[in-house]
């Protein structure tokens, strides 16, 4: 039960980024933004009790999050995706 509340909650923030970047009335750094605080959000939430398969999970999310970023801001996706490959 737990685990597919887990993919219902992975559904649930790949459907809030993508209505990120639909906002029409949003600036492009608002959505930026929005985007980075829920990766944040994200990753704050991991513990040290945290399983592989959530670390996954949210290592998954951030690189749909930088994808998308990347789609409004080349620059500063291309930028965030190799950061995140230097870790």
Do not use: C, H, P
Request: glycine residues 4%; aromatic residues 10%; hydrophobic residues 35%.
């Amino acid at each position: 039960m737990l685990f597919i509340k887990k993919l219902e909650n992975n559904m649930d923030i790949e459907f809030q980024i993508l209505k990120i970047v639909g906002y029409k009335t949003w600036s492009d750094r608002k959505k930026i933004d929005a985007m980075l605080e829920i990766d944040s959000n994200n990753y704050t939430n991991l513990g040290k009790d945290s399983l592989q398969k959530d670390k996954d999970l949210v290592k998954k999310q951030s690189r749909f999050i930088y994808r998308a970023i990347k789609t409004i801001d080349e620059s500063v996706g291309n930028l965030l995706y190799k950061a995140r490959d230097r870790k």
